[in-house]
């Protein structure tokens, strides 16, 4: 059986990975969080990677470096959820990924993913004079925003378009600017992830959304990502990928 390492064990995902992995027929080999074992003995990152096949990291940005050292010290392949990274993690992740495994993904539901090759291709099929606007809502205690899924939905609007994605797209005190793309974000009570993209023209509009009911959706899909991800050889790998999309 598959053993999986949980890294950011004590958050709401890591908790809901550790309720999911059986039922997958995956083993939670452990888990720690940053004060360090949470499930199992192991106090740190790099304990639990040597008893580990495979590691999902649910945490912060800034345990992200740690993460990846002591996956690659013990060759173990990665799958990051963890959003809110910058150009400088997006390195590191390139850097490791030519030595172990890694799947990074802002949203691991199936959902989510077959929405964002829907946005994609409807983005292709209008022109500019639509405006594409994202509107999203999470529970009071997400840290960042927009959420990783409303930019991952932003750039697949913007890969159909065939522009970069570029943020803030517009001032929101000004006028609208054309060809741009919004995102709107609203925090509050304990909602797992609601998404809406809206393609708006003169007299009709396109709402394109998905909501999130639970967050095993997103548990659901980190494990089977690593149960995928065990049998691959060095690189970067994307849940559309995995999901054969
Ligand atoms: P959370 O705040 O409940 O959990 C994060 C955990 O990381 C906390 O327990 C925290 O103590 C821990 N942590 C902080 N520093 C650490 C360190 N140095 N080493 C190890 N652990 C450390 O948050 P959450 O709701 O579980 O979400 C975690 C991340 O996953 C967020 O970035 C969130 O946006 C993202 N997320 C992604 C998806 C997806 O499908 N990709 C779905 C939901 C949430």
Redesign the pocket.
Known sequence: MTRIGI????????GAIADVAAELGAEVSGG????GAVIGPFTG?SALAEASDVLID???P??LA??LDAARRHGRPLVI????LGESHQALIDTAATQIPVLQ?????LGVNVLAALVEQAAARLGPDWDIEIVEMHHR????AP???ALLLGRAAAAGRGIALYAPAHDRNGKRVEGAIGFASLRGGSVA?DHMVVLASEGERIELGHRAES?AI?AR??VKAALWLSGRGSGRYTMAEMLGL
């Open positions: 890294l950011g064990a004590a958050g709401r995902m890591g720690v969080d940053r004060d990152a649910f945490s912060v800034d345990a740690g993460h959820g963890t959003t809110g993904s802002a949203n691991m539901s205690h997400k840290i960042d959420s990783g899924t992830g967050r997103f899909g980190a």
